[in-house]
């Protein structure tokens, strides 16, 4: 069975050399691959100095560095980690036999601190936040949904269209599993303090806010049903509130004197319905895309037929 390590990093010449010499001995059998995304410091030399297979991304952004690895690389096991050193190397072995053994397309290392300055009250609050409206709008099952440590199948991997150029790549790892219906896992991993040198690219407000504006992105691409029928309901209601003075006036007196607000109101409720209309035509569209998806998927063999 051949497995990929695959490491995502930009400026991380304190850590990335660790990074590597770690994972090489947890998984003497795998290939570390370490795309540079136009690193300023000597990240590409010291992961080279590691042993790693260095290669550089132009194009700036995870999303795009992830896209690259996974059209460039072939493998039956791909395991994702960020080049930051916060994650166990040790628990990489027992998280691709737990992936195997449960025939799973995507394993989350879910993140276990024991120390405060190792995961920012922020971007817990921020996760917890965002990983809990994931749940509620795609029917999730994880708790720990924008973890940097991954194991994937190939066919995930060769099935995963990627939209996504920054850290919302971690939302669309998940929704694509889950609406592919796809064996999805989790599994405690340590998660410990930056080694000194190495600072956090992740915003977390800016960030929080990508990730929530491509949250909406996807329930439009993938339940465009729901989505749209929530701007219909919008519509729907402000049209009723401006409606309701002019229809009380007109049952009263028999008159409609403010028609610019009646001509408003008729407009939003036009509005309503052809968003309505717009979401029953897109869930049509969506769900043949979906099949097609599906059959793309499951064409490739899984976890389980490696062994």
């Known amino acids: 069975m051949k497995i990929a390590v695959l490491v995502p990093c930009y400026n991380e010449e304190a850590a990335i050399a660790t990074v590597v010499r770690d994972f090489r001995a947890a998984l003497p059998g795998a290939t570390v691959y370490v795309y540079d995304n136009n690193s300023r410091d000597r990240t590409f030399a010291r992961a080279g100095e590691a042993g790693a297979v260095v290669r550089r991304e132009p194009r700036q952004g995870k999303g795009n560095v992830v896209r690259r690895m996974f059209a460039d690389i072939e493998a039956d096991l791909y395991v994702m980690v960020d080049g930051d050193d916060t994650y166990d190397a040790g628990a990489a072995p027992a998280m691709v036999a737990q992936a195997i053994a449960e025939g799973a397309d995507l394993l989350t290392g879910r993140r276990v601190h024991t120390e405060a300055s190792a995961y920012r009250p922020g971007h817990v609050l921020g996760n917890r936040l965002l990983t ?36 919302a790549i971690e939302t669309e790892f998940t929704v694509h599993a889950v609406r592919l219906l796809m064996p999805i896992s989790e599994m405690d991993t340590r998660y410990k303090e930056r080694p000194a040198g190495s600072v956090s690219k992740l915003n977390t407000w800016r960030d929080g806010f990508r990730i929530l504006f491509f949250i909406a992105h996807l329930v439009r691409e993938e339940r465009p049903l729901m989505f749209f029928t929530a701007l219909a309901v919008v519509f729907a209601a402000a049209g009723l509130l401006t409606g309701a003075p002019v229809v009380s006036e007109y049952m009263r ?5 403010r028609l610019p607000t009646a001509m408003l109101a008729m407009g939003l409720m036009i509005i309503a319905f052809l968003s309505e209309a717009c979401g029953l035509i897109l869930d049509n569209v969506t769900r043949g895309r979906w099949e097609a998806k599906r059959m793309a998927y499951l064409a490739i063999p899984g976890p389980q037929d490696l062994t």
């Open 132 to 167: 809990g409206l994931t749940a509620m709008l795609f029917n999730v099952r994880l708790s720990d949904m924008l973890s940097g440590y991954r194991v994937f199948s190939r066919r995930f991997v060769k099935t995963f269209p990627l939209k996504a150029e920054g850290f």
């Open 253 to 257: 007196t028999g008159l409609v004197p």
